[in-house]
Structure formats: C-alpha cells, structure tokens
C-alpha cells in the first residue's frame, strides 16, 4: 500500500474529509472563539502523555475541534490511577475519548475492566498506539487509527533508495507478536522480501536480544533489520547494552528500519530509516473521525482502525556510510534526512 508523503496538511485535500469543509469550519471556529462565552453539547476528553509526539497530535486535533466541542487534557503519568482517572470521567462526562500511546490505553483498560457490569462507555479513539488491532481486543466501544506503517512500505522505499540489493529483512519478535510478524511476512513475500524472523522469549535478557541478532546479522546474513515498536524489547537498558553494540559493529552496512523518529535520531546513531505517520495530520485525521463518530451516534464499536493519510520519511545519513544510499539529488522524496 503506498501513501502519500507530505507536503502540508492544509494543503492536502484528502486529509479534510469528505463531510465537512475544511475552510468553512476554520472560519466558523475562529468567529466562535471571540464569543464571550460559549456551551458545547459535546466534550472530548485527550488522555495523553506529557511527550512532544502527543504535544503535536493534540495540538493539531484541539485546533481542528476548536468552536466544535469542549476539549481537555488529562496528562497520564506512570503513576496515574484507575480512580484518579474515575474522578475526571466522573467531573468532565466526556461523549468520547481519545488516548494516546500503549500505557495510556492500557490505564483506561483497566478503568474500564474495574466498572460495574453493564456500564456504557464514551467511544474511544486510540491514536499513537504500537500494535493497535490486539491492543483494541477487550475494549468496549473503541477504535483507533494505525500507528505502524505496514513494513512492506517501508521495505521497498528503502530499497528504493539503497544501493545494495535488500532481500532478507530479519526481525525480533516475542511470541505475543507471532500471528502480526506472520501477516507481515505474507504481505512481504510478493515484493520479493524475504522476512527472517527470531522469536526471543517472554521476560528475554539482554544476552537473548545480543544472540538474536548476532544470529541475524552473521549467519543469516541479513541485508537490513526491521525493528518492531514493542516497548518491552525497547527499553534505554536493552538499546544501550543490547540492540546498539551488535549493529553498531556493522553501522555503515546494515540499514536499520525503524518505527518512531526518536530511534533515527543522530546522537542515538541506530535507526537508519524511518516511515512514519505526519503527527500533523493525525490531529487532522482523529478529529474528523470525531466528527464521522458524532454522526454514527457515538458508536464506535464496530468502526474499523484507519490507516494514517499522510506518512513522513526520514532517513539518517550518519548511520549510513556515503556509498550506502544513493546520490543525494535522487532523495527529494525524503521529508527529513539528517546528516
């Protein structure tokens, strides 16, 4: 599936939706701000985390649903509480709720798990969430917007641009990932892409992870790494003592697909190329699901997950020796390349 790269969200058409328009509702908005005072029918509730990724997306949906609907964050820290969250519920009676990132979600799963048989619940948008199909599984009246970019995408635009042939991808996984890795590798084999998996067990260590890829990267002789965003492998203690001494040995050589913009950093020097969803348009993307949501009665139980409309690519030179991609004039489809 491709998707189209960004230029700008206000001006890209096809991120306005097919309902509303965009410059209308940006001039009724701005007349309804200099109101006095106003009352809206509906809340929107944004439990998100203090990050800037999630400072983007909402900054991007708040402008979106400004003079629309009532909107307020409720910031989740690690030490957040299904109670504390009970109380805001309970005070703000929010019609739906967006979430943001896998802990974020996890919290109002248990929220949800701890009220009484029978309760009804608010639809729920989760953006910004890894693996979102299995993360929605259990949650009442819930829907999102896909945060990975599926890898085939990311598989033939770095082909596309490297100069050694890429054929054999290899991966980590645990076995809670086993039916998503097995659907990527299906989806891969038509691109001529051949998905050499290692599963590392539940509760792995970080000489599981170094073996891994050492298995990888020597014996099967793998032309790049794919890596997933599981919070569990990926933690400041695994990346520092585990993923980063093993391809830092073959830095210059071997591409290393990456999920978030954070992991292609230059100062990290470990991601080599990243597909990712414009945060920009996101905001975009989730408010006018709000909208289609509002129109569905605020049902969203049975709302198939979207894929993301817009996608940044960055690639990161410094990871990448100079004959490694090829010549810089041929990469103007690249949003953001850091040297």
């Known amino acids: 599936m491709r ?15 097919n ?12 007349m309804l701000l200099c109101a006095p005072s106003l009352s809206f029918a509906e809340r929107i509730l944004i439990l998100m985390p203090d990050m800037q ?19 307020e964050q409720f910031f989740i820290e690690p030490t957040t509480t299904v109670e ?19 802990p974020t979600l996890g919290l109002y799963r248990r929220y949800q798990a701890a009220q009484p048989e029978g309760t009804t619940f608010p639809p729920a948008i989760a953006v910004m969430v890894s693996f979102l199909q299995k993360e929605l599984q259990g949650l009442t009246n819930a829907t999102g917007i896909f945060f990975e970019i599926p890898s085939t995408t990311a598989f033939v635009n770095m082909r ?4 050694s042939p890429i054929r054999k991808v290899g991966v980590l996984y645990r076995d809670k990932f086993s039916d998503f890795i097995e659907s990527q590798a299906k989806l891969a084999a038509p691109e001529q892409f051949e998905l050499v998996t290692r599963r590392v067990r539940e509760g792995s260590t970080i000489r599981d992870i170094r073996l891994g890829l050492r298995q990888l990267i020597r014996d099967e ?5 794919w890596v997933l965003n599981d919070n569990v492998l990926l933690t400041e203690r695994t990346l520092v003592k585990g993923w980063l001494p093993e391809t830092g ?26 597909v990712i969803p414009d945060l920009e348009a996101l905001g975009v ?35 990448l020796s100079a004959d490694a991609v090829v010549e810089a004039n041929q990469l103007e489809h690249i949003n953001q390349i850091i040297e």
């Not at 504390?84 to 896998?102: D, H, I, R, T």
Request: proline share 6%; hydrophobic share 40%.
């Open 3 to 17: 998707y189209p790269v960004k230029t700008s969200p206000h001006t890209n058409p096809s991120l306005l939706g």
């Open 19 to 30: 309902h509303r328009c965009y410059v209308l509702r940006s001039a009724v908005a701005l």
């Open 53 to 71: 990724p999630a400072q983007q997306i909402y900054t991007s949906l708040s402008d979106e649903l400004a003079g629309e609907y009532e909107v």
């Open 84 to 102: 504390s969250l009970g109380e805001k519920f309970a005070a703000f009676n929010p019609s739906a709720v967006v979430m943001m990132n896998n």
């Open 160 to 163: 596309q641009i490297s100069r």
């Open 221 to 225: 002789d793998v032309d790049a790494l």
């Open 249 to 274: 040995r073959y830095l210059d050589t071997l591409p290393v697909i990456v999920g978030v913009e954070l992991l292609a950093s230059k100062d990290l020097r470990f991601g080599s190329y990243a």
């Open 285 to 319: 993307q989730t408010a006018n699901l709000l909208f289609e949501l509002e129109e569905n009665e605020w049902q969203a139980g049975e709302w198939q997950p979207e894929m993301p409309l817009a996608v940044e690519q960055l690639l990161n030179l410094s990871t």
